[in-house]
């Protein structure tokens, strides 16, 4: 019986799904672009982070977020069980690594939606990612979105404009950048760049 070559797949490799990154600065929208998108294409699967933030009013565990202490966090980095964390803002985030990779095996196409620190840690391990920088229309209409949030003390609100200012700076690190002057545009624009449409 002849042997199968290692690596042969029913699916060639180029048909397969990128796992495709979103990022950028903190108040930028990519939630709601994200939740815009996932509302006319359900098929595209975001992976759930583990956060040790508290849950914000009408946050759901295993929904926006998976809310874990310190301790169990310490635990999925000891383990290599995520694959990008960071910490932000006195919080710790992070991207588990297996149901990433079950989807993306599936053939699904998978988003993930972190920010800069997470960003290059995938590009590390993940050569193969698309990187995707969402940018605010301007400076003054990104600290007007924060500050208008009404959810955090004044000292985070200055840490994550200052934050701001280096992420913005590390738009050439990314392979597409898309500006959100419309969440319907910049929504079909991610579409169209992970092949959706």
């Given at each position: 019986m002849a042997a199968t070559p290692r690596g042969t797949s029913p699916v060639s490799p180029d048909a397969r799904p990128r796992l495709t990154v979103l990022s950028g600065p903190s108040g930028v929208g990519k939630s709601t672009v994200v939740a815009h998108m996932r509302k006319v294409h359900p098929e595209v699967w975001l992976s759930v982070s583990a956060t040790t933030r508290k849950p914000r009013p009408g946050e759901r565990h295993g929904v926006q977020y998976f809310f874990v202490d310190d301790e169990e966090f310490d635990k999925l980095v000891a383990n290599g069980e995520l694959l990008e964390w960071a910490e932000f803002a006195g919080n710790r985030y992070g991207t588990?690594?297996?149901?990433?990779?079950?989807?993306?095996?599936?053939?699904?196409?998978?988003?993930?939606?972190?920010?800069l620190q997470g960003a290059r840690q995938v590009r590390e391990s993940m050569k193969e990612a698309q990187l995707v920088f969402l940018a605010p229309p301007s400076w003054e209409e990104l600290v007007?979105?924060?500050?208008?949030?009404?959810?955090?003390?004044?000292?985070?609100?200055?840490?994550?404009?200052?934050?701001?200012?280096?992420?913005?700076?590390?738009?050439?690190?990314?392979?597409?950048?898309?500006v959100n002057t419309s969440v319907e545009d910049v929504s079909r624009e991610l579409l169209a760049l992970m092949k959706v449409l």
């Open positions: 588990p690594r297996k149901a990433v990779q079950d989807r993306l095996e599936a053939g699904e196409p998978v988003l993930l939606e972190i920010d007007r979105r924060l500050t208008g949030r009404g959810t955090e003390a004044p000292e985070v609100i200055e840490r994550r404009l200052t934050a701001a200012k280096v992420e913005l700076a590390a738009e050439a690190e990314f392979d597409e950048t898309l």
